[in-house]
């Protein structure tokens, strides 16, 4: 059998896990994840990027995704770690719109690029 070479998100996720011993949340050393900042799905430019990671527990990971869910920012995941870390913080006026705003923007990048792929395949079709 092959030794296959680690992909560049495997490489991604090494290099994310070697960055830390423990959990930045609740600085748990156990089962230990690697964590986008910003969501593969949203954001596939920052996939591989190091500086897009952080290492939390699997209780913690699992816990902010159920909250947040997947479509995620960097900014979902400070308002995360700013309740675990300090306690319940009140959401302003200011957060409600920075929320609406990110995902108005995360909308129209779909958007954008299901039309892209809408006229690359009326092109082909044609």
Same mark, same amino acid.
């Given at each position: 059998?092959?030794?296959?070479?680690?992909?560049?998100?495997?490489?991604?996720?090494?290099?994310?896990?070697?960055?830390?011993?423990? *959990?930045?949340?609740?600085?748990?050393?156990?089962?230990?994840?690697?964590?986008?900042?910003?969501?593969? *799905?949203e954001?596939?430019?920052?996939?591989?990027?190091?500086?897009?990671?952080?290492?939390?527990?699997?209780? *913690?990971?699992?816990?902010?995704?159920?909250?947040?869910?997947v479509?995620?920012?960097?900014?979902?995941?400070?308002?995360?770690?700013?309740?675990?870390?300090?306690?319940?913080?009140?959401?302003?006026?200011?957060?409600?719109?920075?929320?609406?705003?990110? =995902?108005?923007?995360?909308?129209?990048?779909?958007?954008?690029?299901?039309?892209?792929?809408?006229?690359? =395949?009326?092109?082909?079709?044609?």
């Open positions: 059998m092959q030794n296959q070479l680690p992909s560049r998100t495997e490489k991604w996720r090494l290099s994310v896990l070697r960055s830390s011993s423990n *959990c930045i949340v609740c600085k748990d050393t156990k089962e230990l994840n690697a964590h986008h900042l910003y969501a593969v *799905c954001y596939p430019e920052y996939t591989n990027d190091v500086s897009n990671g952080v290492v939390v527990c699997r209780k *913690c990971h699992n816990e902010f995704h159920r909250e947040y869910g479509h995620v920012s960097e900014y979902d995941f400070a308002k995360y770690y700013t309740v675990k870390r300090n306690g319940a913080v009140e959401r302003t006026s200011e957060d409600i719109i920075h929320e609406k705003i990110a =995902r108005i923007e995360a909308a129209m990048k779909h958007l954008i690029a299901d039309s892209w792929n809408d006229d690359i =395949r009326w092109k082909i079709d044609c």
